[in-house]
């Protein structure tokens, strides 16, 4: 009996053993970069939409810009937010993504993921040069862009390779694990809109880094919970707020809020990535 009992002992063991390589592999190349996605024109009164508690007075200005990411781990390319496409209108970029990918010596074919943060059309026009890659967005808003009638804000248009041509989705009601190893995470952070995310990414010299899409959009909300008027629902975004800020403090992470200019900086200047 104990002889048996050993031996199953050690088939525990083993099998432990076996899975160990898995964790033992060196982990992967992980690099990110910003791209400009648009700056707005001037800056905008925040009292006005940007506070559903009056926190702000009506003079209070907020400069904002516009952020798109790249993210490569090993030899797979992701996008994280499309913006608009230049010309569209005062607040688009110069350059089109597809034409800073050029500089990173990509094509648009290479891009095998696409992650949005959510369905708002500042950061999901640019979509459509995107057409070879999986989307990964939050089933809210996958919902709510497929919707017979979708709702106001939302730019179902730039989603028409996934809802209509066969583009390959996956609505996410879980996080995801992107590559399998936990470098990079597409953070459930509902609120702002009913399947809004944000993305982490653990890079091995800079630490870890999450990207809040519209959880925030200036540092000042993001410091005292403030929630915007145009938001999807209140008690969402503050968990998603508590949520972030907790996740930060555990893995020391750089919070980029990717509206707020005065967050451009915590990444290196494109085309250089943070590593
Ligand atoms: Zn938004």
């Given at each position: 009996m104990t002889k048996v009992r050993y031996f199953a002992a050690a088939g525990v063991c083993a099998a432990a053993w076996m899975a160990a390589p898995a964790f033992a592999q060196a982990p992967a190349d992980v690099s990110l970069w910003r791209l400009d996605c648009g700056t707005a024109a001037k800056p905008t009164?925040?009292?006005?939409?940007?506070?559903?508690t009056f926190a702000y007075p009506p003079d209070k200005l907020q400069p904002f810009t516009y952020s798109c990411y790249v993210v490569k781990h090993g030899d797979d390319y992701m996008v994280w937010d499309t913006g608009f496409?230049?010309?569209?209108?005062?607040?688009?970029?110069?350059?089109?993504?597809?034409?800073?990918?050029?500089?990173?010596?990509?094509?648009?074919?290479?891009?095998?993921?696409?992650?949005?943060?959510?369905?708002?059309?500042?950061?999901?026009?640019?979509?459509p040069s995107l057409g070879n890659a999986t989307l990964l967005i939050g089933k809210g808003d996958w919902d709510a862009i497929t919707a017979p009638k979708p709702a106001q804000g939302v730019n179902a248009a730039g989603f028409t390779h996934w809802t209509e041509l066969g583009g390959k989705v996956e609505p996410l009601t879980l996080d995801k694990d992107v590559f399998g190893d936990g470098s990079?995470?597409?953070?459930?952070?509902?609120?702002?809109?009913?399947?809004?995310?944000?993305?982490?990414?653990?890079?091995?010299?800079?630490?870890?880094?999450?990207?809040?899409?519209?959880?925030?959009?200036?540092?000042?909300?993001?410091?005292?919970?403030?929630v915007p008027a145009f938001n999807y629902d209140r008690a969402e975004t503050i968990a998603s707020l508590d949520r972030i800020k907790k996740i930060a403090a555990n893995l020391k992470a750089t919070v980029i809020i990717q509206h707020d200019p005065r967050d451009i900086g915590k990444l290196p200047a494109f085309p250089a990535a943070a590593r």
């Amino acid at each position: 009996m104990t002889k048996v009992r050993y031996f199953a002992a050690a088939g525990v063991c083993a099998a432990a053993w076996m899975a160990a390589p898995a964790f033992a592999q060196a982990p992967a190349d992980v690099s990110l970069w910003r791209l400009d996605c648009g700056t707005a024109a001037k800056p905008t009164a925040i009292a006005e939409r940007f506070s559903d508690t009056f926190a702000y007075p009506p003079d209070k200005l907020q400069p904002f810009t516009y952020s798109c990411y790249v993210v490569k781990h090993g030899d797979d390319y992701m996008v994280w937010d499309t913006g608009f496409p230049p010309g569209a209108n005062a607040n688009a970029p110069k350059v089109s993504l597809a034409d800073q990918l050029a500089q990173l010596k990509l094509t648009p074919a290479q891009i095998k993921y696409v992650g949005i943060s959510h369905y708002h059309a500042d950061h999901t026009s640019q979509l459509p040069s995107l057409g070879n890659a999986t989307l990964l967005i939050g089933k809210g808003d996958w919902d709510a862009i497929t919707a017979p009638k979708p709702a106001q804000g939302v730019n179902a248009a730039g989603f028409t390779h996934w809802t209509e041509l066969g583009g390959k989705v996956e609505p996410l009601t879980l996080d995801k694990d992107v590559f399998g190893d936990g470098s990079v995470v597409v953070l459930r952070t509902p609120g702002h809109t009913p399947g809004h995310s944000s993305l982490l990414v653990r890079l091995k010299e800079k630490g870890a880094v999450i990207l809040t899409g519209d959880a925030a959009h200036f540092h000042e909300n993001y410091d005292s919970n403030g929630v915007p008027a145009f938001n999807y629902d209140r008690a969402e975004t503050i968990a998603s707020l508590d949520r972030i800020k907790k996740i930060a403090a555990n893995l020391k992470a750089t919070v980029i809020i990717q509206h707020d200019p005065r967050d451009i900086g915590k990444l290196p200047a494109f085309p250089a990535a943070a590593r």
